[in-house]
């Protein structure tokens, strides 16, 4: 779902199981899916929940508080599109037929993790595409006005024709056929506007139009008005949309009575006067059936935007009355550097375009590079002046990922921009085909350097002390892992690597780097006479066998290090969703003297039966509870429960991420045990805090 990878998922979970609730949410957020979750207490509380912002509801089919009836009930009454799944424990007809008359979207079975994913992506996806749709719906409607109030000022004689009738006109059209408003010609056919001796070709060209065939780009013929004068014609043909139905837009203009005038005219519409270049609008139309063949067809094509550099200075240097010989120089030396199947255009005052047909991204980056060379080293005879002038330029790779005119000139106009800002005379081309690629070579560079992390001596751990607040003596440090080789030789935070190591199944190689190096500096500082406590964090994939459990136990005996002092560290909601996992680990590092602790504590949907469940030997408080703690009173209440709670479990507790001394006033009442923040020493390479 890589569309919602920045996306927090608005979740509305209804089951009276606690424990039930909590193991969907982690599952969603150990598969990466960001959750802001809520959970009602009874039918009341419902209308504001529902009323806010929400993306899905996921419900029991046997909930009582509320029931589910009564949340269809609410969802119905909130008018919104918010998608209803049902936890069922087995599907059978019945279910089926209930769930569908009810209006639920889909069933997902309870404890099945990898089918609530399923299920709940595709439908977060619906619903996201159908709020899209609704959005683009919209921005259509007012396109389609906008484009109707252009049609009905446009000098141009418009018509919109469907099966052979006229079902829009514009003024234009009107009057060059004699007519006073569109309700003289609606319904009429075309035929009644074509000379009899151009009607039966005509009919022939209809005829194929019915059948699908792409119209011809122009069609010339006699035409007759209302009057019966005849005159000749040319028809250019578009297929479009109008009110809904596909249709043809047919732009209907007389033509001068010599042929070739026409054409020269014609020619000469489509012009730039000044360079001989494709104009504006007429290279628009071609990056337009560019754009649109790429959609369809998936062909490749390259877009270059060139602007020259410092040109307000070579105005000044060449006087305005020069001007246009300066840009007829530059589109000459541009048409010079363009292959046969380049359309080059004067798109601005001094800015020109490039379509290059059927060019890969390697064309582009070799064709906009020519563009560039062939500037570098030219000097321009202006005049009487000679100049030279280099050239920015932006280009887009125009393919299926980026088949949209608007997001091409934005892209090509973002390259010009970056070219010109870092001194110009040079390209720079957006492919976002190269997106993936380098994303696919970032991973697998990760890949490999934790690899070889692991396996040399690419991590170090760093320590932040851990203060007791009841005065009670020895040393405790949390050790947190770093990686090694940064950018200038700076250390790279987990953050940054692991979750790439858990895609790739490398965590428990990780951990047992951590648990190992951990128990080595134990060893160190208890021949150096120091009781160090150190605590280490580990995650759930080494709680699928135990092999760190008994890793951990040759270590310790190899480096006769005491047990006691290697606290391990699990997040409370790995733990919720891997309890017998983490008991057991619990219990087979326990027997060598080591404690196993929560982490991010506070933040399942209930805490505290986990930890009677789990017995951790100390709890670790969520940081989101310690932030702007002097002035919260909900969580200065929420950690003396907290505190209270681990007493009574027999518990140590920790506030972590202490940034002020306002916090460390109200801990030191509050009956927590530890304290470790910023406030009282950063994390560091060296054990050198004094906890005396």
Partial sequence: MRAKQDSVLRLLIVDDSVEAAEAIVSGLRNAGIAVRVSRPEDEESLPALVGGALDLVIAAKDAKHPPLSAVMQAIDASGKDVPVLMVVDAVDDNTLLQASER?????????????????????????????????????????????????????????????????????????????????????????????????????????????????????????????????????????????????????????????????????????????????????????????????????????????????????????????????????????????????????????????????????????????????????????????????????????????????????????????????????????????????????????????????????????????????????????????????????????????????????WEIDRWVAGRAIQVIAERARMRNDTTLLVKITQASLQDDTLAKFIGEQLAAHKAPGERLVLQLPESKVFTHLKQAQAFRDAVKRFGCRVGLEQFGTGLNSFQLMQHFEPALVKIDRAFIQDLASNPDNQAKIREMSARAVDQGARTIAEFVQDAGSMTFLFSSGVDFVQGHFLAAAGPEMDYDFQ
């Fill in 103 to 507: 209006g639920i979207r889909g069933l997902v079975l309870r404890g099945r993790t990898p089918h609530v994913l399923a299920v709940v992506r595709a439908e977060w996806e619906d619903l996201e595409a159908r709020r899209a749709q609704r959005l683009l719906e919209a921005q259509v409607r007012e396109t389609e006005r906008r484009c109707d109030a252009l049609i009905d000022s446009s000098r141009e004689p418009i018509a919109y024709v469907h099966e052979g009738m006229h079902i829009r006109a514009n003024q234009a059209y009107l009057e060059m056929f004699g007519f006073d408003s569109f309700d003289d010609i609606e319904g009429m056919s075309l035929l009644d506007l074509v000379a009899p001796s151009h009607v039966a070709d005509f009919k022939t060209l209809l005829k194929k139009l019915s059948k699908g065939d792409t119209p011809p780009p122009r069609h010339e013929l006699e035409a007759r008005d209302q009057e019966g004068n005849h005159f000749p014609a040319v028809m250019e043909f578009t297929p479009a949309f109008y009110e809904g139905e596909s249709c043809v837009q047919i732009v209907f203009r007389r033509q001068e009575s010599d042929p070739e005038l026409a054409r020269e005219v014609e020619e000469l519409r489509q012009r730039d006067q000044a360079t001989g270049l494709l104009n504006r609008p007429t290279f628009l139309q071609h990056l337009e059936t560019a754009v649109a063949g790429t959609a369809q067809s998936g062909a490749h094509h390259g877009f270059l935007l060139i602007e020259p550099d410092h040109f307000v200075r070579l105005m000044q240097e060449i006087g305005l009355g020069a001007a246009d010989d300066l840009i007829a120089a530059i589109a000459d030396r541009l048409r010079s550097a363009l292959g046969k199947d380049d359309v080059p255009a004067r798109f601005g005052e001094h800015q020109f375009a490039v379509l290059s047909k059927n060019s890969d991204h390697v064309g582009t980056v070799a064709l906009a590079e020519r563009v560039r060379a062939a500037f570098a080293d030219h000097v321009f005879e202006v005049g009487e002046r000679s100049l030279s002038a280099t050239v920015s330029i932006g280009g887009v790779q125009i393919g299926e990922k980026i088949a949209s005119v608007t997001q091409v000139l934005a892209k090509a106009s973002q390259g010009v921009q970056s070219s010109v800002g870092v001194g110009g005379n040079r390209a720079e081309i957006f492919d976002p085909g190269a997106i993936d690629r380098a994303e696919e070579e970032r991973v697998r560079a990760w890949v490999e350097r934790i690899r070889a992390a692991v396996d040399g001596d690419g991590f170090v751990l760093h320590y932040q002390p851990v203060i007791n607040l009841h005065g009670e003596p020895g040393e405790t440090y949390e050790a947190l892992l770093r990686l090694r080789g940064g950018a200038e030789g700076e250390l790279v935070a987990p953050q940054m690597f692991l979750p790439v190591a858990e895609e790739h199944g490398l965590l």
